[in-house]
T-cell receptor, first 114, second 113 residues
Framework: AQSVTQPDIHITVSEGASLELRCNYSYGATPYLFWYVQSPGQGLQLLLKYFSGDTLVQGIKGFEAEFKRSQSSFNLRKPSVHWSDAAEYFCAVGASGNTGKLIFGQGTTLQVKP | SQTIHQWPATLVQPVGSPLSLECTVEGTSNPNLYWYRQAAGRGLQLLFYSVGIGQISSEVPQNLSASRPQDRQFILSSKKLLLSDSGFYLC????????????FGSGTQLSVL
């Protein structure tokens, strides 16, 4: 069965510092991978996705993620964090079949210190 | 352009009362529709999904049910709410093809007291 693990429940970084949020997945075939961001009390917004091709994916708001098949990982990175990046981040993997179901990780809460 | 509407934004209900949350999508046809729940301090859990009118798949056994009476309408219901039903409920849609981007509604914060 597909699963997603985000090992870090909470991360605090200083504004301007670099960021890496970890995501590991379990999936039998080539996965569809996503990163979503959720601001407090809001729905989720897609940051970026990986389907195939170049393993380094660029997203919105200056985020990028790298798919590493050998490590079953899809870590999210940003070179310089802004205070507005404080939010909850979810990694997700596309489930098998054509239903469009996504399996989400538990989420990582990002706090940004001034 | 496509939009998704979800209401109400917040809801406080007593234990044992019924529930009806509604979600509608505009600007697209035959979408896949989903209900997710986000319990406090936890990730997103898929509750139901639907690939067409009257077609509902349940992902976890629970006190809730879902219905899709129209192509772009998805309703989450309960006959008698439990304390454990409290959480943040998100409706979402995607196109009917392979796993693809989900478009989320703004969510409903449900508190069962």
């Amino acid at each position: 069965a597909q699963s997603v693990t985000q090992p870090d429940i909470h991360i605090t970084v200083s504004e301007g510092a670099s960021l890496e949020l970890r995501c590991n997945y379990s999936y039998g075939a080539t996965p569809y991978l996503f990163w979503y961001v959720q601001s407090p009390g809001q729905g989720l917004q897609l940051l970026l996705k990986y389907f195939s091709g170049d393993t380094l994916v660029q997203g919105i708001k200056g985020f990028e993620a790298e798919f590493k098949r050998s490590q079953s990982s899809f870590n999210l990175r940003k070179p310089s964090v802004h205070w507005s990046d404080a939010a909850e981040y979810f990694c997700a993997v596309g489930a098998s079949g054509n239903t469009g179901k996504l399996i989400f990780g538990q989420g990582t809460t990002l706090q940004v210190k001034p | 352009s496509q939009t998704i509407h979800q209401w109400p934004a917040t809801l406080v209900q007593p234990v044992g009362s019924p529930l009806s949350l509604e979600c509608t999508v505009e600007g697209t046809s035959n979408p896949n529709l989903y209900w997710y729940r986000q319990a406090a301090g936890r990730g997103l859990q898929l509750l139901f999904y639907s690939v067409g009118i009257g077609q509902i798949s349940s992902e976890v056994p629970q006190n809730l049910s879902a219905s899709r009476p129209q192509d772009r309408q998805f309703i989450l219901s309960s006959k008698k709410l439990l304390l454990s039903d409290s959480g943040f409920y998100l409706c979402a849609w995607s196109r009917t093809s392979f796993s693809e981007k989900l478009f989320f509604g703004s969510g409903t914060q449900l508190s069962v007291l």
